[in-house]
């Protein structure tokens, strides 16, 4: 063992630094190394959290890329059929990353009881869908019946079911307009599940039924949809794929991500990586200062053992470490305390959901976290590598010591 290391394990233990003066300062620089962990902790997790549990909630409702007839483009409702007969369908293998590509039709309707009506967007749905992203959501009942013949099983969101006094088995009347003509087409549905993703936006309108319904009402044939839901495997390339798919799709067909469809969302979810950023600076800027006050106070409170050691044949960069050291060992355990605290509370939040939020503001209901070890990981070997790095600046007070003066300080 180093004669440094030695040295400050034996200044951390010593009982008059423990009653000294500057007891009081490190137990300070401690907790705020320890409040600065729980709360970058926290920010990261749930930043990250919410993030990915939207992004989940919009691809779930829309796929990540739609392709659709340009009409459509910027619209939830199908108005102009498209061949179902495409080379991209129904495997996407001109572009790398694409896991699945469904088909869908979409009509606008109004749900009508004997007490109140909703404007809803049926979205009709075939045998390829791909329900996982729904099933999450599902509060009570089943996916519909999408792979026998046509039937009325409807999958709904609790929020209409409550505006509309409905529950599971009850069935519904749904009005939908009829295409470049005066009247309507009336449906009869049955209610065989209710979903609730606390996204309000698509709580209040979306309806999941059978795509046949859709064709039907707009006297379309077996082979014509409305458009195309693409999924990727890495939601961080969702732009390059997005280009590749338009690159490799027709000339009379349009793509959009979800990203742009629903750009707002997005622009206010990378908010929280600014959010992020800021409370990380404002946290290690916090620690260190805490630190270097520490680290000074220790420094002044040592300088006779530090002639000492200097007239015995100590060098400057020798003592420096033994403060340094010294400064490590309370980081470690400001640290230590920071993520015990930091972690356990992200676990009971993302177990027992206690923090609740808007639906309306936030789009969750409760709010989501995502322990990423890695990140943890990075973020503690940051901070200390910051902390020491910042350290040396004041511990060079060191080299301005001399031997003669500080023996006889007191």
Same mark, same amino acid.
């Given at each position: 063992?180093?004669?440094?290391?030695?040295?400050?394990?034996?200044?951390?233990?010593?009982?008059?630094?423990?009653?000294?003066?500057?007891?009081? =300062?490190?137990?300070?620089?401690?907790?705020?190394?320890? #409040?600065?962990?729980?709360?970058?902790?926290?920010?990261?997790?749930?930043?990250?959290?919410?993030?990915? %549990?939207?992004?989940?909630?919009?691809?779930?409702? $829309?796929?990540?890329?739609?392709?659709?007839?340009?009409?459509? $483009?910027?619209?939830?409702?199908?108005? @102009?059929?498209?061949?179902?007969?495409?080379?991209?369908?129904?495997?996407?293998? @001109?572009?790398?990353?694409?896991?699945?590509?469904?088909?869908?039709?979409?009509? /606008?309707?109004?749900?009508?009881?004997?007490? /109140?009506?909703?404007?809803?967007?049926?979205?009709?749905?075939?045998?390829?869908?791909? /329900?996982?992203?729904?099933?999450?959501?599902?509060?009570?009942?089943?996916?519909?019946?999408?792979?026998?013949?046509? $039937?009325?099983?409807?999958? =709904?969101?609790?929020?209409?079911?409550?505006?509309?006094?409905?529950?599971?088995?009850?069935?519904?009347?749904?009005?939908?307009? %009829?295409?470049?003509?005066?009247?309507?087409? #009336?449906?009869?549905?049955?209610?065989?599940?209710?979903?609730?993703?606390? +996204?309000?936006?698509?709580?209040?309108?979306?309806?999941?039924?059978?795509?046949?319904?859709?064709?039907?009402?707009?006297?379309?044939?077996?082979?014509?949809?409305?458009?195309?839901?693409?999924?990727?495997?890495?939601?961080?390339?969702?732009?390059? %794929?997005?280009?590749?798919?338009?690159?490799?799709?027709?000339?009379?067909?349009?793509?959009?991500?979800?990203?742009?469809?629903?750009?707002?969302?997005?622009?206010?979810?990378?908010?929280?990586?600014?959010?992020?950023?800021?409370?990380?600076?404002?946290?290690?800027?916090?620690? @260190?200062?805490?630190?270097?006050?520490?680290? #000074?106070?220790?420094?002044?409170?040592?300088?006779?053992?530090?002639?000492?050691?200097?007239?015995?044949?100590?060098? $400057? *960069?020798?003592?420096?470490?033994?403060?340094?050291?010294? /400064?490590?060992?309370?980081?470690?355990?400001?640290?230590? *305390?920071?993520?015990?605290?930091?972690?356990?509370?992200?676990? =009971?939040?993302?177990?027992?959901?206690?923090?609740?939020?808007?639906?309306?503001?936030?789009?969750?209901?409760?709010?989501?976290?995502?322990?990423?070890? +890695?990140?943890?990981?990075?973020?503690?070997?940051? @901070?200390?590598?910051?902390?020491?790095?910042?350290?040396?600046?004041?511990?060079?007070?060191?080299? %301005?010591?001399?031997?003669?003066?500080?023996?006889? +300080?007191?």
């Amino acid at each position: 063992m180093k004669l440094e290391y030695f040295i400050a394990k034996r200044l951390i233990t010593a009982k008059d630094h423990k009653s000294s003066i500057s007891a009081p =300062i490190i137990k300070i620089a401690i907790t705020a190394i320890a #409040l600065g962990m729980i709360m970058m902790i926290v920010s990261i997790a749930t930043g990250r959290g919410l993030q990915q %549990k939207i992004r989940q909630k919009v691809s779930a409702f $829309n796929g990540h890329i739609v392709i659709s007839g340009y009409n459509d $483009n910027n619209s939830d409702v199908s108005t @102009t059929p498209i061949s179902i007969y495409q080379n991209f369908y129904p495997k996407f293998k @001109t572009v790398d990353g694409i896991t699945h590509v469904q088909a869908i039709a979409s009509k /606008a309707g109004i749900i009508r009881t004997e007490n /109140a009506f909703e404007p809803i967007i049926f979205k009709g749905v075939g045998k390829d869908y791909q /329900a996982d992203g729904l099933k999450e959501y599902l509060d009570q009942g089943r996916m519909p019946e999408l792979k026998s013949n046509l $039937n009325e099983e409807v999958l =709904i969101s609790k929020y209409l079911c409550k505006r509309l006094g409905l529950k599971l088995g009850d069935k519904f009347v749904t009005y939908f307009m %009829k295409e470049n003509s005066e009247g309507y087409n #009336l449906r009869n549905f049955k209610i065989v599940g209710i979903y609730d993703s606390g +996204f309000q936006e698509f709580d209040a309108g979306y309806v999941f039924g059978d795509i046949r319904h859709v064709q039907l009402i707009n006297k379309w044939k077996r082979d014509q949809i409305g458009s195309f839901e693409v999924f990727v495997d890495d939601f961080t390339q969702i732009e390059q %794929k997005g280009q590749q798919v338009y690159q490799e799709t027709s000339s009379t067909l349009d793509s959009q991500t979800i990203v742009e469809k629903y750009y707002y969302i997005f622009e206010w979810l990378k908010l929280f990586d600014f959010n992020i950023i800021v409370i990380l600076i404002v946290m290690i800027v916090v620690s @260190t200062i805490n630190m270097v006050v520490a680290l #000074l106070v220790l420094i002044l409170e040592r300088i006779q053992m530090i002639g000492i050691l200097k007239s015995i044949g100590a060098d $400057n *960069w020798s003592i420096r470490k033994i403060f340094l050291y010294n /400064a490590a060992y309370l980081i470690g355990s400001g640290l230590l *305390w920071g993520n015990s605290i930091g972690i356990g509370l992200l676990l =009971i939040q993302k177990y027992l959901g206690i923090i609740k939020l808007n639906p309306e503001s936030y789009y969750v209901n409760t709010a989501p976290v995502d322990i990423n070890i +890695f990140y943890i990981l990075l973020l503690n070997l940051g @901070t200390i590598a910051i902390c020491l790095l910042v350290l040396l600046i004041p511990s060079y007070i060191i080299t %301005k010591i001399t031997p003669s003066k500080s023996i006889r +300080f007191e």
